[in-house]
C-alpha cells in the first residue's frame, strides 16, 4: 500500500475543503493527516486480507483441477495398459521389433564398455559430453542399422490463399469484423522490425482511450473493499479519493458501486435508498401488463427485412428505419366471387340468414338505446387503448356525443350533464397539454411508457366521465373517479417544471392504482358485451388490412382458436356501427380502411419513438419530370463519380425537395414510401421484343436490371405454371435484365492459374455479352477498406472492389469462386456493377466469346497510381518498379460500368 | 525461417485483473523441490533449424520414441535408459528442398502401427508408418503453411492442424478425409500458430495465433460428421467437410502473438512474447454467435525470463506436472505445473547451448528433457536419481 500512503500535504490541502465538516476537530491539518494514515491502514488491511482470500480461491481451483485431471490421466493409463496386454501375446514387428532390438543392442554395448557412438548411437558421460555426435543420414555406415532415409515424394501444395467463406448474396460487415482500431503486428521477414498497422500512434492511443473510459467491472475482491471501508469509516471524500486510487479508476465511479450494493443490501428498505431506484421498479409493474399486439411485433417488426423478406438480414441488417408505403395493396378479397362460401359451422353466412333483419337494421332504428350506448362504450375503451394521442383525441369528441345523447335518455340525473360534459372536456384536454408538458420535463422517464401512461389517464378521465352517473346511482364510489380528476387537475395547474418533476411521479403511481380500478370496471362492461382482448382486436386489425372485412377469412387465418367467424362478423358490424353512429356514415368501408393504415402507422410511430417519422412537409410539387434529365445528365458526366448508395426514403405520397434520395441523388424505389406516382421514381422499360439487352432499354442504359415489380413487360414465371402464375402479359419475350437476380449464372471452376495462383475457369461455352456471374463479399465502409487494403498489400493479394460512395465489397474472407479471377489487361470479361433491387451488385460480363474451361480475366481496373506493379499498364510512363507512395488509399478493383 | 527468427516484440501488458483477482506468480528462486538434471546426449542433426520436437505418448509401447522436425526431414529416434544414449530409428526426407517441417505429431493407425504426422511451410500434411518405416499419404488443402499439428489422445486417429491460412483443420488419419473447418465469420483473424485437444473433453479444441486470441472450440454441434469420417470409404474429397465459423469462447488474455496453448484439465495454458506462461480459466456463459469476447480468470503465472520472441513451444509430461520451456538463450525451465503458488523445480543451462530453444518435450514421467535448437541440436537432460 506505498501507493495510498504516498499522499502529498499539497493533496491533503486541495482535499481540506471537502473533507466533512463534522471530522474537523482542531481544523487543522494534522487531523487530515491522521484520517489519511487511518484510511490507509484500514485499506492496506483489507487489500490483504483480498489477495489472500484470493491466493486461497485460486490454490481451490488449482487443486481441484488437479484432482480431475489426475483421475483422467489414470484412466487413460489403464486403457493403454489394457491395449499392452492384448498384444503382449503377439510378435513384436515393425518399430517395436527395432526399439528392443536397439535396447539389446545397447546391453551388449554397455557390457563390453564401448561407447556407443556408432550407427548415430551414442551415450555421453559427464566427462565428454564437450563431444558433439553429428547424425549422419543417408549414408551406409560399416554398422548394421545404419538408417537409409525414407524419401517422400513431392507434392506440390494448392495455391496459397486465405480460408474463406462461400458467399451467395453479399453481406454487410458486422462490428467485430473490423479492423479498424485492431492493432495487427507484423515481423518484417528479416529480422526484428515490428510494424504496426495504423495510420499513426495517436490513433491507437484514441482507441485505447476509448476503451478506458468503458465502465469499471468490479470484482468482488473491490465490492467488498469498498463495502467494508465505507461500512467501517462512513463515506468520505479522502476515502473515494483513497479508493478510486487503489483500484486505478476515477473518484465517481467508486461511488457507484457503494449505491448499487447498499440497493442490495437493504431490499425491503425502499423508501430510504434514492428515487432513482424506486421509479424504475414501479415502472416495471407497467411493462408487464399484456401487451397489444403492435407491442409484441416490435421485436419481428425490428429484425424483418421489408426489402429480403427474410428476418435478421445479413445484408440490410436488422433495425432498419421502418418505411410505410403510403399506397398500399387492396385488401385482398372473395367477396366479388359470386355467392359466399360457408366457411364453417360458426360461419357469419349462416348466422346473418337467420337474423339478418334484425341486426341491419339495429343501428338505425334504436341509435341512442341504452344497450347499443353501453356498446360504444366497450368499444371506445377498447380502442383508446390502441390509439395515439391524436386519434384518441379526435374520439373524445365522439365520446363526448355520446355523453350528450345519452344524458338526454337518461333524464333526471343528480349533476347537471352540460355542466358535466364541459368540464370533462375541459379537463381532458388541460390534461393532455399538461402531461405533454411533463413529458418534456420528466427526462427519466421513457417517451414510450409515458405516452402509454397517458392514454391510460385519458382513457380513465373519460372513463370516469360516462360512468360517473352510473356510479352515483349504484354505488357512489366515486371516490376513485375524483381521485383520478384531482391528480390531473393539480397537473394541469401545474406549469412549473419543477413542480411538475416530483410530483408527477408520485401522482402517477396513485393514479396506476385507481387505473385499475376504473380499467376492472371498464372490463366488466365490455365482458357483457363480448369478450375481446387487446391482442384479439390487434389481429382483427392486421385482419382487416390483409383481407378486407371479410370475416371468414379473418377468423381463419389470424383469430382460429380465439374467434369464430360469427363473432368477428359482429364485431365488424359493431365497428361500423360506432363508426357510422358517430361519424354519420360519412366514412365508406375503403375510407375505413385508411383510417386504419393511418392509425396503425400512428401506432408505430409511437412504438419507435425515437425513430425518424416519416412526415414531409407536403409541397405543390411542380418539377417537371425530374428523374429523366437527371438521368440523362449523370449519364452523360457522372461517369468517374462513384455510384451513389440507395437508402429507401419514407416520404409520404409525392416527394418534396427534401426527399432524401433526390439529396443523395438517388431514383426513388419501389421500397420508397412515396407513391409509384412520385416523379423522382425510376419506371422501368416498356421494352419487348429488345428483351432488355441493348442501351435502348432504359433500365439497361442505366446500368440496372429490370425489376417485374417495375417494368411493364419484364416478368418472371413461376415453375411450369401449375401453380397459378400471374397471367402472361404481352407476348412471352423473356427479359434478359434479370440475370443477377435469378441467380442465373454460369458453372464457374476453381483452379491453378496459367497466370498466377488460383484462377477462375468456366465449365461451358458462353456468348458475348453474357451473365457470368457475382462477385459477392462483405460490404465494408471506404476506411475500413483503407485499413484493409494496407494488411492485403502487405500480402499482395487484395479483393476489395470499389462498389459505390459508401460500400467497397471485399472478397477476402467471405466470396465466391470469382473472385479468383485474374487480372489481365486484355480480358475476356469485364465487371459492372448493376443496380439490382435497390442494391448494387457486381456482375462478370463476357466481353467475348469464351470457351468451355477457358480462364476468366477481367481488367481490375486499378487507378494508376495505387495499382500493384503486376497491374502497371505497360505503356504506362509513369510505371516505376517499386510501390509509388499512395496519398489517400489502397489498391481497389473497380467496375467498367456503374449504374446510377 | 527467417520471419520466426524474428525479435522481441513491443510488448504491451496485458490488462490487469483488478484486487482481487490477481494472478498468482510463480517465484523464479527455487524452492527446496529442487531436481537435478544433467546433460546426457548432444546431437547435432545438420545447420539448419529445428522446430519441433515430440515424444510419443499416445502409445505406451513407445513412450521412449521421440520425433524431431526441421528443414525439409523428420526424424525418429529412441531414448535409451542407459548412459542417455539415443538411437536413431527412421529419417524421413522430403524430395522437395524447398520444404520445412515446422511441427511432428504422434498418431495411431487402424492397424495400430504408430504414425507420424508432419507438416511445415509447404502446407501440405505427410503421414508417414513408423512401424513399416514408410511413407502413407498426404493431405493437401491447408491454402498455406502449417505451424502446428495436434493429437487427440482419446482418439488417435484424429488430428488437429493450425495454418497460416487463419484455418484449424480438423481431419481423420486412417480415411484420410478433412471433418472440420474451423475458420470463417468468428475464426482467426491471422495465423493460427497453435492448437490442442481438451485432454478429457472430446469436443473442445482450443486454438490461438498471430490475432493474439485464444479460441476454444466445440465439436459437439459436428460430432456426427466426426463419426461419419471413421467409416468413410469413399474418396475423401467426396466427405462433405464442414466449416465451423464460431468458436465457443474468445479469450483475450495477450497482447501479443499468441504461440502455444495447452490444456490443463479444463484450464488453459497459454504464452505470448512477454516472458511467462499464464495459467487462466475460461469462464463461459451460454455459448453464442454474439458471444464476442469471453471473460477469462488469469489464475496463475509462470515467468520465464527472456523469452520474448515468438514460436517458442513448451511441453508437459503425460501426467501434466511438470511444465518445461526454453527460452532464447537456450535455457531451460522446469515449472511444477499443477501447484498454487507455481514451484521451479529447475533451471537448466549449458555453457554451450547458447541458441533459441523452439520446442522441449518431455518423458512420460518428466525424468528425460529434450529440446530442439534453432543451430540444429538436440539436448537431451535426464533427472539425476
Redo the contacts between chains.
Sequence with gaps: MASSAAFTTDAAASTSGEAPPSREAGGNMEGLENMYVKVASTLAKL?KQ??A???VH??K???S??E???R??EE??KL??R??EC?KGQEP????S??LH??R???NL?NTDES?DK????????SN??K????I?GSCLAGK?A?????????E???????W?YLDRNQRM?E??S?VGRR??Y??????E?L?ASDSEEEDAGDDDDKEHVKH??????D??IWMTIQELGLSPILLEELAH???IKQEDVEAPFKELTVEADVDDHHKSQVGVVLPAALEDDQTQPKDLVAAMDSFDNLFCRRCLVFDCRLHGCSQAIVHPSERQQPWSNREYGDPVVCSEHCCHLQSQSSDSGRNSAPTDAPVGLKDSKRKQGLSKSSEEQQDLSSSQKEDGDVLDCEHKRSRTSGGEIIPSSDRQGAVESMSTETVDSLQNTTRTVSTFKQVDLSQKLEKLLGATRKTGLHQPRKTVTQGEGNNSDKVEGGSVLEAEGTEPIFLNVPASLSMHREEKTLKNSDAMGKAKVEVGKNWTMLEMGLYKKGVQIFGKNSCLIAKNLLKGFKTCAEVAQYTLEQETMEGGSDGGRHSSTDYGKGMQDIDAENRARIYGGRRKGRVRKLKYTWKSVVHPLIRKRMANGKDQPCRQYTPCSCLFTCGRQCPCLLNGTCCEKYCGCSKSCKNRFRGCHCAKSQCCSRQCPCFAAGRECDPDVCRNCWVGCGDGTLGGPPARGDSYDCHNMKLMLKQQQRVLLGRSDVAGWGAFLKNPVGKHEYLGEYTGELISHREADKRGKIYDRENSSFLFNLNDQYVLDAC??GDKLKFANHSPNPNCHAKVIMVSGDHRVGIFAKERIGAGEEIFYDYRYEADRAPVWAKKQDDPNQKVQDMPSTSGRARKLPEGKPL | MALKAAGPAQATAAKPGGVGMEPVVGSLTAGKKNREYKVTNRLLEGKRPLYAICFNLIDSRFHNVFASAGCNRVTVYQCLTEGGAVAVLHAFIDEDKEEEFYTVSWAVGDNGSPLLACSGSNGVIRIVDCGKGSFLKSFIGHGDSVNELRTQTLKPCLIASASKDESVRLWNVNTGVCILIFAGAGGHRNEVLSVDFHPSDILKIASCGMDNTIKIWSLKEFWSYVEMSFTWSEIPSKFPTKYVQFPLFNALVHSNYVDCTRWLGDFILSKSVDNEIVLWEPLYKEPGITANEGKVDVLQKYPVPDCDIWFIKFSCDFHFNTLIIGNRDGKVLVWEAQTSPPTLIAKLSHSQCKSPIRQTATSYDGSTILCCCEDGCIWRWDLVS
Excluded at chain 1, 514387428?93 to 517395436?96: I, R, S, V
Excluded at chain 1, 538408417?147 to 507434392?155: A, D, E, F, I
Excluded at chain 1, 467491472?217 to 473491490?222: I, M, S
Design positions: 487489500k483480498v489477495q482470500d484470493r491466493q485460486v490454490k481451483r488449482v487443486e483441477n488437479r480431475q485431471l489426475k483422467y490421466t487413460l493409463v493403454n495398459n491395449a499392452k498384444s514387428e515393425g518399430l517395436e527395432l526399439c536397439n535396447e543392442l545397447l546391453g554397455s556407443g550407427d548415430g548411437k551414442s551415450g555421453l558421460d559427464e559430453v564437450e558433439l555426435v553429428p547424425i543420414f542399422t538408417v537409409r532415409p525414407v524419401k517422400l515424394p513431392k507434392v501444395n494448392v495455391p496459397p490463399y486465405t480460408t467463406i458486422t467485430d469484423q479492423v495487427r503486428i515481423y518484417d521477414s528479416d529480422g526484428n515490428t504496426i467491472d468490479f470484482t468482488k475482491g473491490e467488498s473493499i487503489l483500484i486505478d474472407r467471405k
